[in-house]
């Protein structure tokens, strides 16, 4: 396990568009089996989430993250999983098993498959879990980390997230000092990673 931290790019840039495979379609009242970013556009803030199946880093807050989103989603945040691992590698991920994920877990959100990895580039994400938070323009008011607990040290609970939740939907922007997350890195396909 290759443990990476975010990179925390610029606060301000616009949220690339991306329209990718859910392996939970039944979760929201969106037709098909792809999401894009404009299938959310009355979202009062988006969350956009790259995490994967296998990670402990990102098992470690999926419980709690499932809890937040269902609170926050309550309040008009709108949260998108999406996993850009190579499944060649790390079978764990695959389409088929995020659906068994999603369902075992009970996702109150999209969990989407970035097969080409043009999304996760586009983020700039590099670990899982990697968090992005867009306000109601989706100009990126957060990135960063879910809280300062870790696999075997601390329970997760997402305080660093929620509190820049908290913070957008209440004054319109995060001042909050922001760190990075932490957790392994994401799985390129051979040839794939950013420079």
Not at 176 to 190: A, F, L, R, T
């Amino acid at each position: 396990m290759a443990v990476t931290h975010s990179k925390m790019i610029e606060l301000g840039m616009k949220a690339p568009p991306f329209d990718l495979p859910t392996a939970n379609p039944g979760v929201d009242e969106v037709e098909g089996e792809t999401r894009a970013l404009a299938d959310y556009a009355e979202a009062e803030a988006a969350v956009v989430v790259f995490t994967c199946n296998h990670c402990p880093y990102a098992k470690h807050v999926e419980d709690a993250l499932v809890d937040m989103a269902s609170h926050y989603q309550a309040r008009g945040v709108q949260f998108i999983a999406i996993n850009a691992n190579d499944p060649e590698q790390y079978p764990e991920d695959a389409f088929d098993k995020m659906a068994e994920r999603a369902k075992a877990k009970q996702f109150p959100f999209p969990y989407l498959f970035d097969a080409s990895q043009d999304v996760a580039k586009a983020y700039g994400a590099l670990c899982t879990p990697d968090f992005f938070v867009f306000d109601d323009d989706r100009t990126l008011a957060y990135r960063g980390r879910f809280d300062e607990t870790r696999p075997n040290q601390g329970e997760a609970h997402g305080g660093d997230l929620s509190a820049a939740l908290d913070e957008l939907l209440q004054q319109g922007e995060v001042t909050s000092e922001q760190h990075p997350s932490m957790g392994c890195n994401i799985k390129w396909k051979p040839g794939n990673a950013p420079a």
